[in-house]
């Protein structure tokens, strides 16, 4: 069965379908009004207080997506779409609130496919205790879209803000957990390579939320990968990262496809890992809290004094001591993969 939508996004077809993405998706928790123009939260309704509030900073975000393939090995489209959502919000330090999700597709789309993208968004929204509260559902003629693309927003509330420019000399690099499997898993699909490895893809706000008294500065690692995501921390910094070839957070598959296709590694994107920078001091407690989620968590480098006043850049110090430096990505990066 298609999907087969009023353009207008009117019509008995599309309101019934509405009707059953809705069932599929549950409640809106604590939110009103989502079936109006504008979802509504109101503060009281969170348990803070009024002096709390004056403490509280909202934080809104929103991406577009579109994915080749739509499923691959540990997601498809639209969990990427819900993930990658709760982590831009995560990384700043902000406790998920709630989301919109807006879907365009295209003439004749499996509607088979469409519930599963939809019942794939309710598992995330639903563990992660992140409603959909409001949405828009477009259908464009055939050949106008490829298949189908997910915009999402959403808005967090903060106590502390954390942002990618708060990166001290002194402070140690962590990420928590291997790198690329997200692009590893989509390759291998794409191009029909047997591997073992699937997306990396899943929230990280318990995560961030566990640790975030402790960090300096974070970045979700999904377009561009550590490369452009470090060399953006560093610059807006003003500080110089050195990375150690020791301890590059990569499994085996992932260098080898990287080699295989002559692809930088360092540029393969995550969807369920973040890069942060905490004091030396707190390293230990830091790597102690993150192991209980992901036991691949490790220091992967150190902050150090830039030699330029607007920031060093990143590096590598090599297994035979040298520095090799790391650019950021330029050119066509890998196509559609979040």
Not at 19 to 29: D, H, N, T, W
Not at 33 to 40: H, K, L, M, Q
Not at 84 to 96: E, F, H, K, Q, Y
Not at 307 to 320: A, D, E, F, N
């Amino acid at each position: 069965m298609t999907i087969s939508l009023d353009y207008g996004g009117g019509g008995a077809k599309s309101s019934e379908l509405i009707k059953q993405v809705r069932k599929i998706l549950g409640g809106a928790g604590k939110w009103q009004n989502s079936g109006d123009d504008s979802a509504s939260l109101a503060l009281s309704k969170i348990n803070l207080s009024k002096k709390a509030c004056q403490n509280q900073h909202l934080l809104l975000t929103t991406d577009a997506f579109i994915v080749d393939p739509i499923f691959f090995p540990g997601g498809d489209i639209g969990k990427i779409a819900v993930c990658g959502t709760i982590n831009d919000l995560a990384v700043m330090g902000a406790r998920p609130l709630g989301i919109s999700l807006s879907i365009v597709v295209e003439e004749g789309f499996p509607k088979a496919d469409f519930l599963k993208i939809i019942k794939s968004i309710a598992k995330v929204s639903k563990e992660a205790g992140v409603p959909i509260v409001t949405g828009d559902t477009k259908v464009t003629e055939k050949g106008k879209l490829d298949k189908i693309e997910i915009t999402t927003a959403g808005i967090g509330m903060a106590e502390k803000v954390i942002n990618n420019a708060g990166a001290q000399v002194g402070d140690v690099v962590i990420a928590s957990g291997d790198l690329g499997e997200h692009t590893v898993a989509l390759l291998s699909e794409r191009f029909g390579y047997r591997s073992r490895v699937s997306s990396d893809c899943k929230p990280i706000d318990k995560e961030m939320l566990a640790i975030g008294k402790f960090v300096h500065a974070a970045k979700d690692p999904t377009r561009g990968g550590l490369a452009a995501n470090l060399v953006e921390m560093a610059e807006k910094s003003k500080v110089k990262i050195v990375l150690d070839e020791n301890f590059l957070p990569y499994k085996k598959e992932t260098i080898a496809l990287g080699g295989l296709l002559g692809i930088d590694i360092f540029s393969f994107a995550s969807e369920g890992r973040f890069l942060a920078t905490v004091s030396e001091k707190d390293a230990a407690k830091v790597l102690r809290i993150l192991k209980k989620f992901n036991a691949q968590a490790k220091i992967i480098g150190k902050v150090q004094k830039p030699v330029r006043r607007r920031g060093g850049g990143i590096y590598l110090q090599t297994k035979l001591g040298s520095l090799r430096p790391i650019e950021m990505p330029n050119g066509k990066l890998i196509p559609r993969i979040c």
